[in-house]
């Protein structure tokens, strides 16, 4: 529980899927973490203001706007959380770091590397001035995810020779499911790379330390025309502002109006880490019967570790240091006050869930901000990631040829 009267107060924009995970994060980090700054729930912004009153009230914030610029230049908000699909990403984290706000901006960055890399500088230019900005990679702060890391920082897992990663969808098997933002390439940049792939990618740069250096990838586009949006349900929420796609406008109420699908259903790519590791990511929503199945394993000398989203509490452990005779996986329940994160949650084997990775999200957030160092996964990591998902669409449009991930910086001239 917070005991100081330091404040940070948030704007928030977006109150669909994000902005509720994020809300409710707000709301219970200060009442389950003695921080050094308290978050203040102060403003929320949507374009419909009928909606987004509605959202304030029901999702805790004090009051609201329709225009996020607004938001961005307000002299009474303090922290700025993006949760708007990626093409207002830039936009709103850019103006945001200029008026001088903390920026906590949602996953994959950007849509491109040119925004990632604008935004990657604006941070680094606001860090000099004491602003902080974070990207919400969240898988991160599972508490099994982050004792993955450090039993690999550790030594425990030795050499690490190979990387396996899935992310598993199956929401657009449905060839009739409606094309919704996250199916529009210039609303959300990419389909599964960017929206699942990114988050196995960056988990399991996480976990090593070690960064991608190449792919050779496939994606592919099963259904490549949908039918254009009605009205929002479900995880497709918010197709507001979702417009016709060009060309493809109703025609008076006959056939249903259709458009292109212009991102990938699924993308499938080997890599190699900079540690010498070789690894392999699949990332794709036509899995059929697997919801939200993110799964990792890493294979080192000295042992393995497996960590699987749909039992996140737990993780596996195979080590090969141990007695022969003893050998085998081992299931470590990380709900322990000495596990990361788990000391303010409850007794141990009370298990904790999803939510709780934004929760731990806004304490590290707020942890950094109030005491003056940069947090991570900074905007700087979040483009290295970015430049891993473009190194994944040039090689699949070169047939798979072998692509190597661009370097952050541009190398200085000699
Ligand atoms: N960390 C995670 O696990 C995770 C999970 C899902 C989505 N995301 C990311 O979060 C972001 C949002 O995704 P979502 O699932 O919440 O989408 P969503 O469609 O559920 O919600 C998007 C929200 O943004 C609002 N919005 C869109 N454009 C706006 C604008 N110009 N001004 C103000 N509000 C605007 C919409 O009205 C809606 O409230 C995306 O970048 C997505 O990739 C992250």
């Known amino acids: 529980m917070s005991t100081t009267d330091k404040q940070l107060r948030v704007g928030m924009v977006g109150y669909a899927f994000m902005g509720a995970a994020h809300s409710q994060a707000w709301r219970t980090v200060n ?7 308290r978050a203040r729930m102060a403003l929320i912004c949507g374009r419909d203001a009928g909606k987004v009153a509605d959202a304030a009230d029901r999702l805790g914030w004090e009051t609201y706007t329709t225009d ?8 009474d908000i303090d922290v700025v959380d993006v949760c708007t699909p990626g093409d207002s990403h830039a936009e709103i984290a850019l103006a945001a770091l200029a008026a001088g706000k903390h920026v906590l901006c949602e996953k994959p960055l950007a849509n491109t590397v040119s ?4 935004m990657a ?16 990679f969240n898988y991160r702060r599972v508490p099994a995810v ?9 030594g425990r897992l030795g050499v690490i020779r190979h990387v396996r990663a899935t992310y598993l969808q199956d929401w657009i098997v449905d060839p009739q499911f409606p094309l919704v933002w996250r199916l ?5 940049g990419s389909g599964a790379l960017g929206d699942i792939g990114a988050h196995i990618i960056d988990l399991t740069q996480f976990v090593t330390g070690q960064r991608i250096t190449g792919v050779s990838a496939v994606t592919e586009t099963f259904v490549k025309e949908r039918p254009l949006p009605a009205e929002s349900s479900g995880l497709a929420a918010t197709v507001d502002g979702a417009g016709p796609v060009d060309g493809h406008g109703s025609v008076d109420g006959h056939a249903p109006a259709t458009g292109p699908v212009t991102v990938d259903d699924a993308a499938v790519f080997v890599a190699r880490l900079d540690g010498g590791a070789l690894a392999t990511y699949e990332a794709s929503r036509f899995a059929t019967g697997r919801k939200n199945a993110l799964r990792v394993e890493i294979n080192g000398s000295l042992g393995t570790v497996v960590f699987d989203l749909e039992r996140l509490n737990e993780l596996e452990f195979y080590d090969a240091t141990r007695p022969t005779a003893e050998q085998g996986f081992s299931r470590i329940l990380v709900t322990e006050g000495e596990h990361p994160y788990m000391s303010a ?6 298990i904790i869930g999803y939510e709780h990775s934004f929760t731990h999200q806004m304490r590290d957030f707020i942890e950094a901000i109030a005491t003056g160092v ?3 996964p900074s905007f700087a990591d979040a483009l290295q990631v970015q430049l891993v998902l473009d190194a994944v669409t040039r090689s699949a449009e070169l047939g798979s040829s072998w692509t190597e991930v661009e370097p952050a910086l541009a190398p200085v001239a000699a």
């Open 146 to 154: 982050t004792m993955m890391r450090q039993l690999v920082a550790d």
């Open 31 to 37: 009442r389950v973490y003695d921080l050094p700054a």
């Open 68 to 75: 996020w610029r607004d938001l961005v230049s307000r002299d």
């Open 121 to 136: 500088a604006a941070a680094a230019t606001a860090q000099a001035a004491g602003v902080r900005s974070m990207c919400g």
């Open 374 to 376: 940069d947090p991570a």
């Open 345 to 350: 949650w409850w007794p141990p084997g009370h």
């Open 115 to 118: 925004e990632a890399r604008a």
């Open 184 to 188: 529009q390439k210039d609303r959300a």
